[in-house]
């Protein structure tokens, strides 16, 4: 599989208190089958906030823009999950919402040992960083989740999922 | 097989995880000022109330937020009772008390009498009450502290502002300031240990200073150089200089004596982290005319119009060891080590030292990240590496505190407790390998 070779073995790393060995060989078991194609199929199927279509069909995901990146030393198990956002248009005041709506449907459809960094697509919107900035910042994005309203748009735009 | 230890002294060991943990993300813990006790500020809009000596949950904290407690902080200096602020999503502060008066005496005579039984209305009666709530932000608050002296408290919140309010007597608080210099969410303030100096730290990638002026407080610093979210900021513990590798006087050369007596004359110094995965630390240029060692300086006297400016350098950038986010760095006060932590889930150990003097000589020339120059005569090198400290999750908090269950094996010793996505709270010893330099002890 794709990580086997980078997932370190001496799992007594990972976890001081010392987990059963097996039980960390099954999570080794199911990262394998995760890849960019079932990244986009995750993401793909948000609606998007005001049209009745699906990230996907807009062309606001796109596979070739998410990448997946493994654990950068053999002491880790890290992977971390970049996806990169068109917005449809340059000024969509939506593209908050939209990255938002990725970055949560990753971090609770993926294991945790993911971390999630969406970011708008450079030189597609205007306020690109500023929106990069805040879809980076997990207090903003935490806080965010506790937030009746933009809960229900986010819960409207993943129930096409799945 | 660990990480290659060459020029790593010290290895972090778990000794206990808090019990039992949260189901939900812990965001900060903090240790009380005299009690063997931590307080953890959950996502659960509840605040734990942990045993350092049992390592067991002995109060939870619940009713006050209708959000994630973000932050909490211990107000120093009080008799009888415990008093903590809580900083919550919901844009509020609480202030909440118990009364710990005769606690051990009382807990005694209580179980040889009462025995079995009653348990329900003991909880109650020490339980921490609320005691009031301090409304004014807009938003979020992110981070509050207590000053040293306890009598003022500093809260922070997404709404760009810094407030400072004053306990005037019990549960009757004044905002005596509202500082909005920032451009952005105020992620974190801390006070200066000995005088009434706060610094905030924040999404506009700036950290700001502030004090009393002619009865206004104002900004008397700018701190700019952090290239992301500047997410923690501390001040190093009061008079490390005679606490830390520097109390050790025998043998210095001249350059490093006055590097000592300069160090004295700025005071404690600020350590900070941030997204941009660096921890940086700085130093206040001491003002002319300050200081018992000012008269031999020979640099002009320079009369600033603005007496109450301070001038805040950066000193160094610490080794970058970290891969992503660094939400927290804490400074002992013991020691004067320093712990980070942060998104990648690993916590790192930090320790200052002369710069001319390598302990074995091993780690000398290869193209180590571990020593990073700086222009003065010291240098930070990483001497503990921890991966995974809370498996694949998040570490949102990491800090200091005395040592309090029966393993202590000195006065002195410190453990460092890391607070994670996973809701645990963590605590890990030091432990001192034995190759390489002793120094002193």
């Not at chain 1, 990069?132 to 993943?158: C, F, H, I, P, S």
């Not at chain 2, 005579?109 to 039984?117: E, L």
């Not at chain 2, 306890?150 to 019990?170: F, N, P």
Request: a negative charge; glycine letters at 6%; aromatic letters at 6%.
């Amino acid at each position: 599989g794709l990580f086997h070779d980078l997932i370190p073995q001496y799992n007594y790393l990972s976890d001081p208190f010392d987990h059963p060995v097996s039980a960390s060989d099954s999570d080794d078991d199911s990262v394998e089958d995760i890849d960019e194609q079932e990244i986009y199929d995750l993401i793909s199927s948000i609606s998007d906030p005001e049209h009745p279509l699906s990230l996907g069909s807009l062309a606001v995901v796109n596979l070739p823009d998410i990448h997946i990146l493994p654990p950068t030393s053999p002491y880790s198990s890290i992977s971390t999950v970049l996806v990169e956002v068109t917005p449809t248009i340059t000024h969509c005041s939506l593209a908050t919402v939209i990255g938002l709506g990725v970055r949560v449907r990753l971090e609770q459809a993926l294991p945790p040992r993911f971390r999630v960094d969406v970011r708008i697509k450079k030189g597609t919107h205007s306020t690109d960083e500023a929106v990069n900035k805040q879809l980076g910042d997990k207090e903003r994005v935490a806080a965010a989740l506790e937030n009746g309203t933009l809960m229900g748009v986010l819960r409207k735009m993943l129930s096409t999922c799945e | 097989m660990p990480p290659p230890p060459e020029a790593l002294s010290y290895t972090l060991q778990p000794l206990a995880t808090l019990s039992p943990p949260s189901n939900s993300r812990t965001w900060q813990s903090a240790p009380h000022p005299n009690l063997p006790l931590v307080g953890t500020a959950c996502s659960d809009r509840t605040v734990r109330v942990y045993s350092l000596t049992s390592f067991t949950l002995l109060h939870t904290i619940t009713g006050g937020h209708k959000r994630s407690v973000r932050s909490v902080s211990w107000k120093p200096g009080v008799k009888g009772q415990s008093v903590l602020a809580t900083g919550s999503f919901d844009a509020s502060a609480g202030i909440w008390r118990r009364d710990e008066r005769g606690l051990e005496e009382q807990d005694y005579t209580r179980r040889r009498i009462g025995g079995d039984g009653d348990e329900g209305e003991e909880e109650e009666d020490d339980d921490y009450q609320f005691s009031c709530i301090l409304d004014g932000h807009e938003s979020e608050i992110k981070s509050l502290s207590w000053s040293p002296s306890g009598q003022y408290l500093a809260t922070c919140s997404r709404d760009k502002s810094v407030w400072i309010w004053e306990e005037l007597e019990d549960d009757n608080f004044e905002t005596i300031a509202v500082l909005q210099e920032h451009d952005g969410d105020v992620k974190c303030v801390a006070w200066h240990p000995e005088e009434d100096l706060l610094a905030s730290a924040s999404y506009d990638d700036t950290v700001r200073l502030y004090r009393e002026d002619a009865d206004d407080w104002v900004q008397v610093a700018l701190l700019d150089g952090h290239k992301m979210t500047v997410w923690w900021v501390e001040f190093e513990g009061s008079w490390m200089t005679r606490k830390d590798f520097r109390a050790h006087r025998d043998g210095l050369t001249e350059e490093q004596t006055r590097h000592v007596e300069l160090s004295e004359r700025s005071g404690p110094r600020l350590a900070t982290c941030s997204d941009d995965c660096t921890v940086r630390i700085w130093h206040r240029e001491p003002k002319e005319g300050t200081g018992r060692a000012s008269t031999n300086t020979g640099i002009p006297s320079i009369i600033r119009s603005m007496a109450v400016d301070e001038d805040w350098v950066q000193e160094v950038v610490l080794p970058q060891r970290h891969e992503r986010a660094i939400y927290s760095v804490s400074w002992s006060q013991k020691t004067g080590m320093i712990v980070s932590a942060g998104s990648d889930g690993k916590i790192l150990v930090y320790k200052e030292r002369w710069k001319t003097q390598t302990p074995n000589g091993a780690s000398v020339g290869d193209e180590d990240t571990r020593m990073v120059e700086n222009s003065q005569l010291t240098e930070w090198v990483v001497v503990a590496e921890l991966f995974s400290a809370h498996d694949v999750f998040e570490i949102n908090h990491v800090c200091w505190a005395a040592r309090s269950d029966k393993g202590r094996r000195s006065e002195d010793e410190e453990v460092i407790l890391s607070t994670g996505d996973d809701g645990e709270v963590k605590v890990w010893v030091l432990n001192e390998l034995n190759i390489g330099e002793l120094k002193g002890k």
